[in-house]
């Protein structure tokens, strides 16, 4: 298995600002990947993070919108750029090996 | 894109009492994986099922991969109220590839 730290847990900010998460893995990892999650609903791939290149991005999601970084193999952020109130989502970074684990997500709500 | 149908959506049973959810997919899944999610946290790995076929427990739950790599169910026995939560199936072509997940069934044990 694998140890995700992810921060912030939760955070409030306002519209039209930006977020950056942190995802710290506790051993190296093959592929990291970052879901949105919206309350009630399924976890939905935003993008795979790729170390030393650009993140693949799922339909629907745009690197404008959620640049992500991946400078190694045991770290990656993403980031909620410009965010509304539509973007109040939990936000989770997941490494695999074989199986993907996951960290505890980090809860954001836009006002 | 691959979809995985998940079922119940919801269940409320009585402490004691076995439960049954499973995943269909009109994909083939090379890997499939059930995770536990309680309120404010990440989702969890309970079972991860790489065989067609294959059988595998943990504990008070067992899980199957279907024979045609299309479905998986998850079944727990003897319920207890710590088994309140949503489960997700998820489903993976390549290992530690992107998962595909499930609706999620949302289970809730009345003491």
């Known amino acids: 298995s694998a140890v995700i730290s992810q921060k912030p847990s939760r955070d409030i900010c306002q519209r039209g600002t930006s977020l950056t998460i942190q995802c710290q893995v506790d051993?190296?990892?093959?592929?990291m990947f970052w879901y949105r999650q919206q309350p009630g609903q399924s976890l939905t791939l935003i993008a795979t993070?790729?170390?030393?290149?650009?993140?693949?991005?799922e339909s629907g999601f745009v690197i404008d919108k959620f640049p992500i970084s991946r400078p190694n193999l045991t770290f990656s952020t993403l980031t909620v750029s410009n965010m509304s109130p539509e973007d109040s989502s939990i936000y989770l970074c997941?490494?695999?090996?074989?199986?993907?684990?996951f960290g505890q997500g980090t809860r954001l709500t836009v006002v | 894109g691959q979809q995985l149908n998940q079922s119940p959506q919801s269940m409320f049973i009585q402490e004691g009492e076995d439960v049954s959810m499973n995943c269909t997919s009109s994909?083939?899944?090379?890997?499939w994986l059930w995770y536990k999610q309680d309120p404010g946290e990440g989702p969890v790995l309970l079972i991860a099922l790489y065989k067609a076929g294959e059988l595998t427990s943990n504990g008070r739950l067992t899980a199957q991969f279907g024979i045609t790599r299309k479905d998986s169910f998850l079944n727990i026995s003897a319920s207890i109220p710590s088994d309140v939560g949503i489960y997700f199936c998820?489903?993976?072509?390549?290992?530690?590839?992107?998962?595909?997940f499930g609706d999620g069934t949302t289970l809730t044990v009345k003491p």
């Open positions: 997941s490494a695999s090996r074989t199986e993907a684990f």
């Open positions: 993070a790729n170390q030393g290149s650009e993140a693949t991005y």
């Open positions: 998820a489903g993976l072509v390549t290992n530690a590839g992107k998962s595909t």
């Open positions: 994909s083939i899944f090379n890997t």
């Open positions: 051993s190296q990892v093959t592929m």
